[in-house]
């Protein structure tokens, strides 16, 4: 593995500083990071997951899975018990009462969450070339691709947000350990790859990476809930990333880089992406990709058409004129963005206050949800309980 500084680390820092800005206003003071936080960032682009890294080096591909679907029983191989054994030793900081709030407010957020986890934190995160190698060596920029990346995400989100979805037997719980095995894998067939480009790039799937898209998820995930005019108030907001950073340890994340805390989260990403690179054609091509994703789900030309203007226009609503540019795509006045607020206003900001309130938009958001999956033709994965295993091969995209 190499040493050497991996030549994306600030390969832009004027475009890194302008992507980052919004990030800056709202870290509060001593945002910038200091000289041995900027080290951590270099050497974490050479930095992968070691315990996965080393039950994946210890056995052949098929009888992982085997292994992994076993569980750490008795008579497991000696990799997978030394695995297990770590991943089922919970650090001493995680609350289980702030679990079970933290995906509660999940899914409360209703399909808000589901508005934001698309055309906030997926294409947001798009913008960099940081982590989109390994789709494309991986072949995940082809065909219907976008589609199934977006479906295998919402079932994963939900499972990790279901009701004991992070307990040992959750399904939640299965689902990141099954996915921090995959990423060893890939890292492990992209490490050997003689043509990857160690000294532009670093490790493949990297601790630096690993740690910004958990930002992704949880921290730019609420901030954009609020534009949205939703409701996340100080406790839930805690809650929501101690859930993350719990989620971002069992998938294999540097405790060092874990956010805990909104302020935190915000000082990390505003590190992450102003040493980030800019965009490159995958960006284009991935951020296209999404949004043309509404024509494989919405019936007849209008319809398509409606869809993929409300996707333009919540993008640019979220993410603002300077990132659709850099995305290549085309800014829209924000009516939809502006629609979700008023909306809001009522539902989340009224309703949510309300003594019974948060029971209601709990039923609102499963509404939501099943009638999404429906659409996507996959009513059936809501129905199977969190704790039983639905699904395999779930990848969660970089």
Same mark, same amino acid.
Not at 102 to 115: K, P, Y
Not at 120 to 128: A, D, P
Not at 309 to 331: F, I, K, N, Q
Not at 345 to 352: A, H, T
């Given at each position: 593995?190499?040493?050497?500084?991996?030549?994306? &680390?600030?390969?832009?820092?004027?475009?890194?500083?302008?992507?980052?800005?919004?990030?800056?206003?709202?870290?509060?003071?001593?945002?910038?990071?200091?000289?041995?936080?900027? !080290?951590?960032?270099?050497?974490?682009?050479?930095?992968?997951? +070691?315990?996965?890294?080393?039950?994946?080096?210890?056995?052949?591909?098929?009888?992982?899975?085997?292994?992994?679907?076993?569980?750490?029983?008795?008579?497991?191989? +000696?990799?997978?018990?030394? &695995?297990?054994?770590?991943?089922?030793?919970?650090?001493?900081?995680?609350?289980?009462?702030?679990?079970?709030?933290? @995906?509660? #407010?999940?899914?409360?957020?209703?399909?808000? @969450?589901?508005?934001?986890? @698309?055309?906030?934190?997926?294409?947001?995160?798009?913008?960099?070339?940081?982590?989109?190698?390994?789709?494309?060596?991986?072949?995940?920029?082809?065909?219907?691709?976008?589609?199934? $990346?977006?479906?295998?995400?919402?079932?994963?989100?939900? #499972?990790?947000? !279901?009701?004991?979805?992070?307990?040992? *037997?959750?399904?939640?719980? $299965?689902?990141?350990?099954?996915?921090?095995?995959?990423?060893?894998?890939?890292?492990?067939?992209?490490?050997?790859?003689?043509?990857?480009?160690?000294?532009?790039?670093?490790?493949?799937?990297?601790?630096?990476?690993?740690?910004?898209?958990?930002?992704? &998820?949880?921290?730019?995930?609420?901030?954009?809930?609020?534009?949205?005019?939703?409701?996340?108030?100080?406790?839930?907001?805690?809650?929501?990333?101690?859930?993350?950073?719990?989620?971002?340890?069992?998938?294999?994340?540097?405790? $060092?880089?874990?956010?805990?805390?909104?302020?935190?989260?915000?000082?990390?990403?505003?590190?992450?992406?102003?040493?980030?690179?800019?965009? *490159?054609?995958?960006?284009?091509?991935? !951020?296209?990709?999404?949004? +043309?994703?509404?024509?494989?789900?919405?019936?007849?030309?209008?319809?398509?058409?409606?869809? $993929?203007?409300?996707?333009?226009?919540?993008?640019?609503?979220?993410?603002?004129?300077?990132?659709?540019?850099?995305?290549?795509?085309?800014?829209?006045?924000?009516?939809?963005?502006?629609?979700?607020?008023?909306?809001?206003?009522?539902?989340?900001?009224?309703?949510?206050?309300?003594?019974?309130?948060?029971?209601?938009?709990?039923?609102?958001?499963?509404?939501?949800?099943?009638?999404?999956? !429906?659409?996507?033709?996959?009513?059936?994965?809501?129905?199977?309980? #969190?704790?039983?295993?639905?699904?395999?091969?779930?990848?969660?995209?970089?």
């Amino acid at each position: 593995m190499t040493t050497i500084v991996p030549s994306r &680390f600030g390969a832009d820092l004027h475009w890194g500083e302008r992507a980052a800005r919004p990030l800056r206003l709202v870290a509060g003071s001593g945002a910038e990071p200091t000289d041995e936080e900027l !080290a951590a960032l270099r050497d974490g682009l050479t930095r992968r997951d +070691e315990v996965a890294a080393a039950l994946v080096a210890a056995m052949k591909p098929r009888d992982l899975h085997r292994a992994l679907a076993a569980g750490p029983s008795a008579t497991a191989p +000696e990799p997978v018990r030394a &695995f297990f054994t770590a991943v089922l030793d919970r650090p001493s900081w995680v609350d289980d009462d702030l679990l079970a709030r933290g @995906a509660e #407010a999940c899914r409360a957020f209703g399909m808000d @969450a589901g508005l934001v986890l @698309a055309y906030g934190s997926l294409l947001g995160g798009y913008r960099t070339a940081a982590a989109l190698e390994p789709l494309v060596r991986t072949g995940r920029l082809a065909g219907g691709e976008t589609l199934r $990346r977006i479906q295998e995400t919402s079932i994963w989100w939900r #499972a990790v947000t !279901a009701p004991g979805g992070l307990a040992p *037997d959750g399904e939640g719980f $299965r689902l990141c350990v099954h996915v921090r095995v995959m990423h060893a894998l890939v890292n492990a067939r992209l490490e050997a790859d003689p043509g990857w480009p160690w000294a532009e790039r670093g490790v493949p799937i990297n601790q630096y990476d690993q740690a910004s898209t958990l930002g992704v &998820f949880s921290t730019s995930f609420l901030l954009h809930l609020r534009l949205l005019g939703v409701r996340v108030s100080g406790a839930d907001g805690r809650a929501v990333m101690h859930l993350w950073s719990y989620i971002g340890w069992l998938m294999g994340v540097d405790e $060092r880089w874990l956010p805990h805390t909104e302020r935190r989260g915000r000082r990390l990403l505003y590190h992450f992406l102003s040493h980030d690179p800019p965009p *490159d054609a995958n960006s284009v091509a991935l !951020a296209r990709a999404l949004i +043309e994703m509404t024509d494989e789900v919405a019936i007849g030309r209008g319809r398509q058409r409606y869809e $993929r203007e409300r996707a333009l226009s919540v993008s640019s609503w979220l993410l603002g004129r300077a990132a659709m540019r850099d995305l290549g795509l085309p800014y829209r006045l924000p009516w939809y963005g502006l629609s979700r607020v008023a909306a809001n206003l009522l539902i989340s900001q009224g309703l949510g206050r309300l003594p019974g309130g948060r029971r209601m938009l709990l039923a609102r958001g499963e509404r939501q949800a099943r009638a999404q999956f !429906a659409r996507w033709g996959m009513a059936d994965q809501l129905s199977v309980p #969190a704790t039983k295993s639905n699904a395999s091969g779930i990848s969660v995209p970089q």
